[in-house]
């Protein structure tokens, strides 16, 4: 009989509390027992509303609607049992959804995905952008009292699309002394693309620093979840985690995956990332994608990663999220963590 390796491992598990617990908020709890039960040790809760209806009551920044209190219970529940809490802080989209008294609103700026739906974000070198993040971090961290913050989405949109705010399109003019082609043309030039993958990490990274200076000095850790390989182009938007690893920005970072049905593919996109990082790195945790709307994952599928990533000796390991959590992956992941 083969021995299977155990986990003794971090598991973090992404959970949408917005989507997920508001017609049932007395779940929580019971979510996050089942949830450390099987040996989740980091929680990382999305806790913006998509529609705008307000999940924390406690921040003067997010009375704009009443609503129960989803964090809370949360954390609560999570610290009696252990388990740590980073809170999600989305810079580029979500923040700008909920009402923050009194704080300036970033730039709405429309931009093109990669199936050329036309959608919005908020434009991250608007300085706003910034004072919204530090403010909804302040508050989170003073008030529900979580271990650490976790950026999700930390790029600026579009790997090669222009944000058309007026702020990066004079940027641009300034840069080449005076009017341009329009963006979807100089998005063809390749010379226009480095120049503007450069311009754009240099205000990501800003805003990285930010995030990591302010979290510190309320002693809190900043991580983040980096794009999955198989998006592309993550350097081209500003998200070089190795260099913020580097710097000292970031104490953890969990690289994407999404292939629920598809192992090879799966294991290259994790070496790749294991490469990236830099030497000496401890905090890389992979994350498997069990993330219902991309297609489910069976039980042996779930092992199989989830197996893989102890053999390959990875530092700690992540699930996109806790939704896709069926009685039967936890089972597995129970057995593998006890
Ligand atoms: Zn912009």
Request: charged fraction near 25%.
């Amino acid at each position: 009989m083969v021995e299977i390796k155990r986990n003794k491992r971090p598991v973090l598990v992404w959970m949408n509390l917005a989507e997920d617990f508001q017609e049932d908020p007395a779940r929580v709890p019971e979510v996050v027992r089942r949830l450390a039960g099987a040996g989740v040790t980091d929680l990382c809760p999305f806790a913006y509303p998509p529609g705008g209806r307000v999940v924390y009551q406690r921040s003067r920044l997010m009375h704009r609607a009443r609503q129960v209190d989803l964090l809370g219970p949360l954390v609560e529940t999570a610290h009696r049992l252990g388990v740590r809490v980073h809170y999600v802080l989305l810079p580029f989209t979500h923040l700008g959804e909920v009402s923050l008294a009194g704080l300036p609103d970033p730039v709405l700026v429309p931009y093109l995905n990669d199936q050329f739906e036309k959608k919005e974000y908020y434009c991250v070198s608007d300085p706003a952008s910034l004072v919204r993040c530090l403010a909804v971090l302040d508050e989170v961290r003073r008030d529900y009292g979580v271990d650490g913050f976790q950026l999700d989405s930390i790029r600026d949109r579009g790997a090669v699309l222009v944000c058309q705010c007026p702020r990066c399109w004079k940027r641009v003019e300034d840069f080449y002394g005076g009017r341009v082609a329009p963006p979807e043309e100089m998005a063809g030039h390749k010379s226009f693309r480095v120049w503007y993958a450069a311009s754009r990490k240099e205000y990501v990274t800003a805003l990285v620093r930010a995030v990591h200076e302010t979290a510190a000095g309320l002693g809190a850790e900043v991580n983040m979840a980096a794009r999955s390989w198989s998006g592309g182009g993550a350097f081209a938007e500003g998200q070089d985690w190795p260099d913020w690893v580097r710097l000292g920005l970031m104490e953890m970072v969990a690289p994407m995956t999404y292939h629920p049905a598809d192992f090879e593919t799966f294991t290259v996109e994790v070496e790749r990332q294991l490469r990236l990082a830099p030497a000496g790195f401890q905090n890389l945790w992979p994350a498997i994608g069990i993330n219902p709307g991309r297609g489910s994952m069976t039980g042996a599928m779930f092992r199989r990663q989830l197996d893989w990533l102890v053999e390959r000796g990875v530092s700690g390991l992540s699930i996109f999220q806790a939704s896709g959590l069926s009685d039967e992956l936890l089972a597995i992941l129970a057995d593998r963590t006890g």
